[in-house]
C-alpha cells in the first residue's frame, strides 16, 4: 500500500509563504489524481486544490486562486503546494490525498479520495 506523508507545514505571518510537499511511498504508486484539502475543528474538510498525475492539469478552489500553486514531480512521486500571501484564514490542518479514478467530479470532495496522510497543521498569524 502506498503512503502519503505530508511536510512543511509551520507557522508564518500574513502575507507569507510556505511550501508543503506530499512524499508517496510504498508499493507502485497507482493514483490518477492527487490533491490537497484542509481541515480546522469542527468544520468539515476543505478542497484546496488538485492535480491530474500524468497530464498536470490543475484545480483549485476559488479561496486560494492565484495564490496557491500545486505541482507534482513525476519521478520522486511527490507533490507540492505552494502557498503565497499567506491569510490567517488559511489557518487549518493540511492533508494530501490519493485518488485512483481518473475521473473528475467538480466540485471536489473528499469522498472520491482513497488515501489520505496524517496532516500538518498551517498557522497563519495576523
Known amino acids: 500500500q502506498v503512503q502519503l506523508v505530508e511536510s512543511g507545514g509551520g507557522l508564518v505571518q500574513a502575507g507569507g509563504s510556505l511550501r508543503l510537499s506530499c512524499a508517496a511511498s510504498?508499493?507502485?504508486?497507482?493514483?490518477?489524481?492527487m490533491g490537497w484539502f484542509r481541515q480546522v475543528p469542527g468544520k468539515e474538510r476543505e478542497f484546496v486544490a488538485a492535480?491530474?498525475?500524468?497530464?498536470?492539469?490543475?484545480y483549485y478552489a476559488d479561496s486560494v486562486k492565484g495564490r496557491f500553486t500545486i505541482s507534482r514531480d513525476n519521478a520522486k512521486n511527490t507533490m507540492y503546494l505552494q502557498m503565497n500571501s499567506l491569510k490567517p484564514e488559511d489557518t487549518a490542518v493540511y492533508y494530501c490525498?490519493?485518488?485512483?479514478?481518473?475521473?473528475?467530479?467538480?466540485?471536489?470532495?473528499?469522498?472520491?479520495?482513497?488515501?489520505w496522510g496524517q496532516g500538518t497543521q498551517v498557522t497563519v498569524s495576523s
Open positions: 490525498a490519493g485518488q485512483k479514478s481518473s475521473i473528475m467530479i467538480i466540485p471536489v470532495t473528499p469522498e472520491r479520495f482513497d488515501s
Open positions: 510504498g508499493r507502485t504508486f497507482s493514483y490518477s489524481v
Open positions: 492535480i491530474r498525475w500524468s497530464s498536470g492539469s490543475t
